[in-house]
């Protein structure tokens, strides 16, 4: 059975400063790995996606990620957040059928 | 590329009517689609699964008779809520996808049931 787990329900941080939200996850085998991310009432947009091959991931809006087999990670980090990344982050696997995680809630201060 | 809608947005009806939300893949031919609802602040809930020209696959718990889908063609995808009430009033996601690859969702249909 593929789990996810989001540790983090909710994260605040401050504009500038840098993000880091934390996903582990439970699979049988090779996993196909994925961060999405929701605005309030809207869908959900791809930040970006592990297959194989490079275990750190570049995505769009200045994320990144990193796979690591050994600690059944893909945490997802941003250097430097804008007002704009707050929203809610989803963590995804598997293959053709996803199981999400809880979800992490990012507040953004000034 | 890769662009999912949804249509409508959001929808208020009366209970006891049905209401049918499309799913649309604007820009691929999606072989398989997927039905989600959301409650507020908590993560998406597969509903059910559906491929082109063949019965949906629908969760456990999932009322089959209640929450028809239809997926006629490789780019569209419909669930109907039939005699919906209160309790169905919900966010309802889909997502398309090429093969098993990544899914792209729409931008979602907020159904209110008075």
């Known amino acids: 059975a593929q789990s996810v787990t989001q540790p983090d329900i909710h994260i605040t941080v401050s504009e500038g400063a840098s993000l880091e939200l934390r996903c582990n996850y439970s699979?049988?085998?090779?996993?196909?790995l994925f961060w999405y991310v929701q605005s309030p009432g809207q869908g959900l947009q791809l930040l970006l996606k592990y297959f194989s091959g490079d275990t750190l991931v570049q995505g769009i809006k200045g994320f990144e990620a990193e796979f690591k087999r050994s600690q059944s990670s893909f945490n997802l980090r941003k250097p430097s957040v804008h007002w704009s990344d707050a929203a809610e982050y989803f963590c995804?696997?598997?293959?053709?059928?996803?199981?999400f995680g809880a979800g992490t809630t990012v507040t953004v201060r000034a | 590329g890769a662009v999912v809608s949804q249509h409508p947005s959001r929808v208020i009806c009366k209970s006891g009517t049905s209401v049918k939300i499309e799913c649309r893949s604007l820009d691929f031919q999606a072989t398989t689609m997927f039905w989600y609802r959301q409650f507020p602040k908590q993560s998406l809930m597969l509903m059910a699964t559906s491929n082109e020209g063949s019965k949906a696959t629908y969760e456990q718990g999932v009322e089959k008779d209640k929450f028809l889908i239809n997926h006629a063609s490789l780019t569209l995808s419909t669930l109907t809520v039939t005699s919906a009430h209160p309790e169905d009033s919900s966010f309802y996601i889909c997502?398309?996808?090429?093969?098993?690859?990544?899914?792209?969702f729409g931008p979602g249909t907020r159904l209110l049931v008075l």
């Open positions: 995804a696997v598997g293959t053709g059928e996803l199981s």
């Open positions: 699979y049988g085998a090779t996993p196909y």
């Open positions: 997502s398309a996808s090429r093969q098993e690859e990544t899914q792209y």
